[in-house]
């Protein structure tokens, strides 16, 4: 559905290259405070897309010919990055020792279970004196 899905690409729905990048971060920062780590993933991909276009031979729609606004654009798009991925990296760190938390918990769990089977089998547990 053109027009009307969320994910949708903001460089094909913006009017200038500059509206495409601010839309583009306002979408990160989103994406960022829900976690979606998916959808960051795709963004970035289209940031890059952007970034590519903004930078290659074939002429874009800009606000300005000096190219002013797009470079405040990009700039803030910079800052972004640089005071995202360090809180980002933080938080996959965070969720990996979490996962290590959980697997080793579950591991201790899965050798008592088996421990108590095996006792409950061999009637190991009871003393026959």
């Known amino acids: 559905m053109t027009g009307t899905d969320s994910r949708e690409a903001p460089e094909t729905t913006s009017a200038t290259l ?8 306002a979408h990160m920062a989103r994406a960022v405070a829900e976690e979606d ?3 960051l993933q795709e963004l ?3 940031t890059r897309a952007l970034v590519e276009r903004a930078f290659g031979t074939e002429p874009v729609p800009l606000r300005d010919d000096s190219g002013t606004a797009l470079r405040a ?16 990296s933080q938080r996959r760190g ?3 020792q979490q996962i290590r938390e959980l697997k080793s918990g579950r591991k201790g769990t ?3 279970e ?3 089977r ?3 089998r061999t009637g190991t547990g009871h003393s026959a004196d």
């Open 18 to 25: 500059e509206d495409a990048v601010e839309a583009i971060r």
């Open 37 to 39: 780590w998916e959808e």
């Open 44 to 46: 970035d991909r289209q």
């Open 73 to 88: 654009a990009l700039e803030d798009l910079v800052r972004f990055y640089e005071t995202s991925v360090p809180d980002l």
């Open 94 to 96: 965070e969720v990996a």
């Open 110 to 112: 899965n050798a008592y």
């Open 114 to 116: 088996t421990t108590r």
């Open 118 to 120: 095996h006792s409950m």
